[in-house]
């Protein structure tokens, strides 16, 4: 135990840091049991209440201007672990680093297919502020990848190719504070452009800050969740139908797709949720939420839909998919990447 | 040749896959059989539709012998859009007695007298059906061939099959029809799906004569009892009830194939116990559920058969293949009666 | 409701009833395990759920191993085997229960369910296999270990008792899981 410990502080290079990292952990879960709990094939720690955030404290927090970028696009998701020495005033720097890498990896040929040879990339790196809620959290960073001709006329805009962002909200502090201090940890990586564009700049994040990028693919029991939670803030954000997708693994597999009126489904949500403090959702509500829209459906056609999986939960603003890709509207950000951040962490390989 | 032409000319070679082209372009007689020989079909697709434009050309093919191409194609593979039913109502006395070419004169007269610049062409099918191809124009625009109506009807029965209808044109196209088949008025059949066929055979009752019928049939084993004597399934008599209540309700073998049915309830909650807010109140609860498959009614009969949808099959479900309808709306019966439980199908039109 | 010992045995026979609410893997099962098992006479019985009908009481032999097949993407195959259990004669969970899932590798929808099966089976001092049903090795793994596990049940087994063998293969949840619920 003492030598996996002295591991830690004697560790210099990246790649027996990110070993002693993970030795620590494993120490502490012999020796100081933490709260969270990352073992696959065990328990997973899942929150079983979740607060809600005040949903007009967001417009304060973050700029409109970075939140619209936020919530144009439809994201896919990733995992990532924490990056070791990431720093915040260096963001310039890998700017810098990140085109001159996607250059070379262009004239090698991976990257061309996506902008063209005539063109180049000019990759930029900020922080949005306001999207971390605990001072535990690092703070977002946002990257987007432009395409411009090489020589580039005065009228020519350059054009958004990609772009993506690594967050972190409102992270377990007992499994922040097991980091040591030269790791960042911005568990959610999202992206939204190329496939190829995606891949490069993970592995050079990959390269740079010796982390690893995984899929985050969500449960059912995250959509039910989300389910609940963008129902609840129905009074801030009028939903005009909640759509919810099942798939039942009938022969061809058939899909379901129910859109409850938003205002029904808000009555529906209030009731099963009697609550002295209605900022705190607990998972039996939100089991009982979806299990009341299901016998409904049970009753009208006699199909169990619990022998399908629900895949997919949408409102006008927002949408989440099984397989990882999320769309999301102010309101609903800190919630929904709070719940992301903590499957990111879960699903964390030890 | 006009740019036109040649544009939809080469729009519609596209749409042809290459294994149905030499197929098609035969029926489609405009190139003789010298001209159809010198193609060659394992070309790539770029320069066999420039040749095959290079020959419409020589034989100096108007937009009159290209539209006439699309429509053979559309007649032959009626799957490319979505096909909406309708049904005449109201026949009058002398509605049997309208045949193809009395239908053809009518039709053609009355929609040009309601709108100018629109181009009909009407071929019969073999199978008795009447096809109409309609590229609509306004006062100051020409026909665009490029979104075509496409039209069928039985004649002497009450039914048509739309698709590529703009709601612009849907008043005339009525309009139209509707006086040229002597009936009253034409009303919505809440059915559509991407096959023409499935939609025609579900309408039309062909598919409901294959039902089996409950007592006629002796029970047949498929799959369903073990390979080996040593096997025995508890539940092999509710399994076979279930077969056959999947049978009957979504028929045998290959079903017409449907992509989607819609239901808006708007019936009161019968979510569970404990929710008062729609138990007490005479609200409904208001949802718009789809189900959607590649063959739907082959998807329901394997939920049925399966087990993951309880016996007796919903009359919702069944109602699909009974009335021949995928879209509906029901509402809780109003007049309160002792089952409070009915429902009520409501046509949405 | 089930009883064990309502019937007397058979020499020499072997009696096991797979549960399964798919009816994907069952009989699959069944079929391997009376093709490999020569010496012994094997009778399979296939269920959906418990109880089971009325009308085949009669010709059921006395059953010896009740394996419930879990498929871990469905929740409403958890709940049936939830529901099922109840139906079952005290007398069977000494070492006549087994359980088994699949669909264990799609971890991210099934992690809660996995863990429900598991608490069921610890809380009830049974057996917990995991079964690959998508290649027919796998199948044939778990065959081998059901009948390995049926023979025993089933007093062949010289020495040995199913009660014995549970009290070394029942599923044990992790020490700390107790501790960590109650923490949350």
């Known amino acids: 135990m003492d030598v996996r410990r002295s591991d830690v502080d004697s560790a210099t290079t990246p790649t027996r840091q990110r070993q002693s990292w993970r030795n620590s952990v494993r120490t502490l879960n012999t020796t100081t049991r933490p709260l969270f709990y990352s073992g696959v094939l065990t328990a997973p720690r899942v929150s079983t209440v979740r607060r809600r955030s005040n949903a007009h404290q967001i417009d304060n927090d973050v700029d409109p201007n970075q939140m619209a970028l936020l919530v144009k696009e439809k994201w896919e998701l990733s995992r990532v672990t924490p990056m070791y020495n990431f720093r915040y005033t260096e963001l ?54 432009n395409s411009k001709p090489v020589f580039a006329a005065a009228g020519d805009a350059p054009k958004v190719v990609w772009s993506g962002w690594l967050t972190c909200v409102r992270a377990a502090p007992q499994y922040l504070q097991s980091l040591p201090p030269e ?109 009341c829209i299901e016998t409904h459906f049970y009753r009208h056609f006699n199909i169990h839909l619990s022998a399908g999986v629900l895949k997919r939960v949408a409102t ?35 | 040749m006009d740019p036109a032409v040649r544009n939809l000319l080469l729009r519609i070679l596209r749409k042809i896959p290459t294994g149905k082209l030499e197929e098609t372009l035969t029926k489609w007689t405009h190139l003789s059989r010298t001209q159809q020989q010198s193609l060659n079909y394992s070309q790539s697709k770029w320069i066999l539709h420039e040749n095959i434009v290079y020959l419409c050309e020589e034989n100096g093919l108007t937009m009159k012998h290209v539209s006439e191409l699309d429509m053979i194609y559309c007649m032959e593979n009626p799957t490319s859009a979505t096909w909406r039913a309708c049904q005449l109502t109201d026949a009058e006395d002398d509605a049997s007695s309208v045949e193809l070419i009395s239908f053809k004169e009518q039709f053609k007269a009355h929609l040009s007298e309601l709108i100018r610049n629109v181009s009909i062409k009407i071929k019969k099918h073999d ?33 048509v099959f739309i698709c590529n209808l703009s709601s612009k044109n849907k008043l005339l196209l009525h309009q139209a029809l509707v006086l040229a088949t002597k009936h009253g008025s034409i009303k919505d059949a809440n059915l559509s799906g991407r096959s023409f066929h499935a939609v025609r055979d579900l309408l039309m009752g062909h598919y409901n004569k294959t039902f089996p019928t409950s007592h006629s049939r002796p029970l047949k084993e498929r799959n369903l009892s073990p390979t080996h004597p040593n096997i025995v399934k508890e539940h092999i ?42 138990i007490d109140s005479e609200r409904p609860f208001k949802t718009v559920v789809t189900f959607e498959s590649k063959s739907l009614l082959a998807s329901l009969r394997h939920c049925v058969s399966s087990g993951m949808a309880e016996s007796p099959v919903s009359p919702l479900l069944s109602s699909i293949t009974q009335k021949g309808r995928n879209y509906f709306v029901i509402t809780d019966k109003t007049n309160k009666g002792p089952d409070m439980t009915t429902q009520s199908f409501r046509s949405n039109v | 409701m089930l009883k064990p010992f309502r019937k007397v045995p058979v020499l020499n026979t072997a009696n096991l009833l797979l549960v399964e609410n798919e009816e994907q893997l069952q009989s699959r099962l069944g079929e391997i395990i009376l093709q490999i098992e020569k010496d012994v006479k094997i009778n399979v019985r296939l269920a959906r759920k418990l109880p089971l009908p009325m009308d085949t009481q009669d010709s059921r032999p006395r059953i010896d191993l009740v394996v419930f097949i879990v498929n871990l993407m469905s929740e409403r195959s958890l709940q049936c085997a939830e529901k099922s259990i109840k139906c079952l004669d005290p007398g069977f969970f000494l070492g006549k229960v087994c359980f088994v899932v699949t669909g264990a590798r799609c971890l991210s929808v ?8 598991r608490k069921m089976a610890a809380s009830l001092h049974c057996p917990l296999l995991f079964a690959e049903d998508q290649t027919s090795e796998g199948v044939s793994t778990v065959a081998v270990r059901l009948l390995g596990i049926l023979k025993v049940a089933a007093g062949l087994v010289p020495l040995a008792t199913g009660l014995s063998l549970n009290s070394l293969a029942h599923c044990v949840l992790p020490s700390d899981l107790d501790e960590l619920d109650s923490l949350t």
């Not at chain 1, 790196?125 to 001072?135: D, E, L, Q, R």
């Not at chain 1, 099984?322 to 800190?334: A, N, Q, R, S, T």
């Open chain 1, 183 to 291: 790791f960042v940890c911005l568990p959610v990586f999202c992206s939204s452009g190329a496939q190829s564009l995606t891949f490069l700049v993970q592995s050079w994040f990959e390269r740079t800050f010796d982390c690893s990028f995984g899929s985050l693919d969500l449960s059912p029991t995250d959509l039910q969740w989300l389910a609940a939670i963008w129902t609840s803030y129905h009074n801030e954000r009028k939903i005009r139908s909640l759509k919810l997708k099942w798939t039942l693994p009938s022969e061809p597999p058939l899909d379901v797709t129910m859109a409850v009126d938003g205002q029904d489904a808000w009555d529906l949500w209030d009731s099963t949720h009697q609550q002295e403090d209605a900022n705190d959702i607990y998972i039996e509500h939100v089991k009982r939420f979806l299990n």
């Open chain 2, 127 to 159: 199978d008795e059906s009447i096809w109409i191809r309609i590229a609509w124009g306004d006062h100051f625009s020409k026909p665009n061939h490029l979104k075509p109506t496409y039209v069928v009807h039985y004649l002497q029965t009450p039914y």
């Open chain 2, 237 to 278: 008599e509710q399994a076979e009830k279930r077969q056959q209540l999947a049978r009957e309700a979504f028929g045998e073998g290959t079903v017409p194939k449907l992509e989607r049915a819609t239901y808006t309830l708007e019936t009161r909650f019968r979510g569970g116990s404990g929710i008062d807010t729609f």
């Open chain 1, 316 to 350: 006008e603003g927002a949408s989440v998919h099984i397989d990882g890709k999320v769309k999301i509207c102010p309101e609903y950000l800190p919630s929904t990447m709070e719940l992301l951040t903590e499957c990111a962490i879960l699903r964390m390989p030890l």
């Open chain 1, 92 to 145: 310039k720097a890998y700017s810098k680093n990140l085109s001159a890498f996607l250059l070379e990896e262009k004239q090698q040929g991976t990257a061309a297919a996506v902008a063209g040879y005539d063109k180049v990339f000019a990759v930029t790196f900020s922080t949005i502020s306001g999207v971390a809620k605990t001072k535990d959290d690092a703070e977002t960073v946002f990257i987007q990848i």
């Open chain 3, 110 to 117: 099934s992690t809660n369910h996995l863990l429900t099966v």
